[in-house]
């Protein structure tokens, strides 16, 4: 009786220990593994969830990409290709071939357009710069007609432009069949190649936000059959009023491309651009937009790696008549860096093995810039004054020089560069 008691509490205290153990051991799991998830990186976890088949996030400033997905999927554009349209049309008035204040007359073939338009009349004039708001305002199909027949003389030739300045810009993957992105076959884009052109636009004709960003406006009709003197324009991106900070670029919609977004914001001294396509709906090309700009603006520091006329050490030419050339950058270098990575920031630098005579501003070499293995940027590094090759008596001097250190296992002058 006394044994089958004994063994009745060992078996007892067995199983609360047991128990115990057991609930001890899954509490460590499930702190082991939340800590785990905190530890995770950030920017993997905060890596945005998109709808989009296609899209892309980069800095306007340098065009180091952010995000991409499918980037260089072939699309239907839709009213997106306004976009060269408009680049094109600015890059006109800058070589002085039309000024926004040339009148343009709208052709029968123009006033025939079909889809968004600002039913131009056969025969109406119009100021290039009206037209050009109403191609980025309210995306008039007109409008991007006249403009190319007006800049080009006909729009197959303005088309051929577009496909010109599109290989220029190196778009890979971009064909153009006219300039208003009517559906047409063999005519594609792809998110990377509308974020590039996007870039070239808004970085070099900023005048072109001025009118993106407006959200109403009125648009003065000169022609005497006109039914009314001034046309009302509202804004096809909703985004610059549901986005703070953004103030362009380009919607576009057919029923073959679906719902696309090329959009803008500034927010400091950081302008963004994504770049959504083939969405079932508007509201759907806002969300994925708003989700990548958040991304963006929310994840990535601005990071100045260094700036023009900055010392930043120097390089070796051993034929100068300065065998050491201080050495500078030719721009202003910044990039985007996530948050979580600003101390995996690595340099390499590259000599070109220039040989004097160099120019001032002459390149030297450039520094390869990564963020955790991965490169972003490749910086140009110049000299800071001109290097005279030396004479016969200096080389063989130095000559003399490294063969003793050499010897003597001295180090002979290197070079040291450090952004």
Same mark, same amino acid.
């Given at each position: 009786?006394y044994?089958?008691?004994t063994?009745?509490?060992?078996?007892?205290?067995?199983?609360?220990?047991?128990k115990?153990?057991?609930?001890?051991?899954?509490?460590c799991?499930?702190?082991?593994?939340?800590?785990?998830?905190?530890?995770?990186?950030?920017?993997?976890?905060?890596?945005?969830?998109?709808?989009?088949?296609?899209?892309?996030?980069?800095?306007?400033?340098?065009?180091?990409?952010?995000y991409?997905?499918?980037?260089?999927?072939?699309?239907?554009?839709?009213?997106?290709?306004?976009?060269?349209?408009?680049?094109?049309?600015?890059?006109?008035?800058?070589?002085?071939?039309?000024?926004?204040?040339?009148?343009?007359v709208?052709?029968?073939?123009?006033?025939?357009?079909?889809?968004?338009?600002?039913?131009?009349?056969?025969?109406?004039?119009?100021?290039?710069?009206?037209?050009?708001?109403a191609?980025?305002?309210?995306?008039?199909?007109?409008?991007?007609?006249?403009l190319?027949?007006?800049?080009?003389?006909?729009?197959?030739?303005?088309?051929?432009?577009?496909?010109?300045?599109?290989k220029?810009?190196?778009?890979?993957?971009?064909q153009?069949?006219?300039?208003?992105?009517?559906?047409?076959?063999?005519?594609?884009?792809?998110?990377?190649?509308?974020?590039?052109?996007?870039?070239e636009l808004?970085?070099?004709?900023?005048?072109?936000?001025?009118?993106?960003?407006?959200?109403?406006?009125?648009l003065?009709?000169?022609?005497?059959?006109?039914?009314?003197?001034?046309?009302?324009?509202?804004?096809?991106?909703?985004?610059?009023?549901?986005?703070?900070?953004?103030?362009?670029?380009?919607?576009?919609?057919?029923?073959?491309?679906?719902?696309?977004?090329?959009?803008?914001?500034?927010?400091?001294?950081?302008?963004?651009?994504?770049?959504?396509?083939?969405?079932?709906?508007?509201?759907?090309?806002?969300?994925?937009?708003?989700?990548?700009?958040?991304?963006?603006?929310?994840?990535?520091?601005?990071?100045?790696?260094?700036?023009? &006329?900055?010392? /930043?050490? $120097? %390089?070796?030419?051993?034929?100068?008549? !300065?065998?050491? =050339?201080?050495?500078?950058? #030719?721009?202003d270098?910044?990039?985007?860096?996530?948050?979580?990575?600003?101390?995996?920031?690595t340099?390499?630098?590259?000599?070109?093995?220039?040989?004097?005579?160099?120019?001032?501003?002459?390149?030297? &070499?450039?520094? /390869?810039? $990564? %963020?955790?293995?991965?490169?972003?940027? !490749?910086?140009? =590094?110049?000299?800071?004054? #001109?290097?005279?090759?030396?004479?016969?008596?200096?080389?063989?001097?130095?000559?003399?020089?490294?063969?003793?250190?050499?010897?003597f296992?001295?180090?002979?002058?290197?070079?040291?560069?450090?952004l």
């Amino acid at each position: 009786m006394y044994i089958s008691r004994t063994n009745r509490i060992q078996q007892y205290l067995s199983g609360r220990i047991f128990k115990s153990r057991f609930w001890s051991g899954a509490v460590c799991l499930c702190v082991i593994a939340a800590l785990m998830v905190s530890m995770a990186p950030l920017s993997q976890a905060a890596a945005p969830s998109l709808k989009t088949k296609s899209a892309i996030l980069i800095d306007a400033e340098t065009g180091q990409v952010l995000y991409e997905k499918n980037a260089d999927m072939r699309l239907a554009p839709a009213s997106m290709t306004k976009i060269m349209t408009m680049l094109l049309a600015m890059e006109a008035v800058e070589a002085g071939k039309a000024s926004l204040d040339d009148m343009v007359v709208a052709s029968t073939a123009a006033s025939q357009i079909g889809g968004s338009q600002i039913w131009l009349m056969e025969g109406e004039e119009m100021r290039f710069e009206d037209m050009m708001r109403a191609v980025a305002i309210v995306s008039a199909n007109d409008a991007a007609f006249a403009l190319a027949e007006y800049i080009a003389g006909t729009e197959p030739d303005f088309v051929r432009l577009m496909n010109e300045r599109a290989k220029e810009l190196g778009l890979a993957n971009t064909q153009f069949q006219n300039s208003d992105g009517l559906p047409a076959e063999g005519h594609y884009s792809s998110a990377r190649d509308v974020a590039i052109m996007s870039r070239e636009l808004v970085t070099k004709h900023p005048k072109v936000l001025e009118w993106t960003s407006v959200w109403t406006d009125w648009l003065q009709r000169l022609h005497p059959r006109a039914s009314q003197k001034e046309s009302f324009l509202r804004n096809t991106n909703e985004l610059i009023v549901k986005y703070p900070g953004a103030d362009g670029l380009k919607t576009g919609m057919t029923s073959e491309a679906g719902f696309c977004l090329s959009a803008t914001a500034k927010r400091n001294d950081t302008r963004l651009i994504s770049v959504v396509m083939a969405l079932p709906s508007n509201a759907e090309r806002l969300d994925d937009t708003i989700k990548l700009l958040d991304y963006g603006f929310r994840e990535f520091d601005r990071v100045v790696l260094a700036t023009e &006329g900055q010392n /930043i050490g $120097s %390089v070796r030419v051993p034929n100068g008549h !300065r065998e050491l =050339v201080a050495a500078s950058v #030719d721009r202003d270098y910044t990039v985007l860096v996530p948050r979580d990575k600003r101390e995996l920031i690595t340099t390499e630098f590259v000599s070109d093995e220039r040989k004097a005579p160099i120019p001032k501003g002459g390149r030297l &070499g450039e520094v /390869i810039v $990564s %963020v955790d293995g991965e490169e972003i940027i !490749r910086v140009n =590094v110049v000299s800071t004054e #001109d290097v005279p090759k030396a004479n016969f008596f200096t080389l063989l001097s130095r000559g003399i020089r490294d063969f003793f250190r050499g010897l003597f296992k001295r180090p002979v002058p290197q070079t040291e560069i450090s952004l």
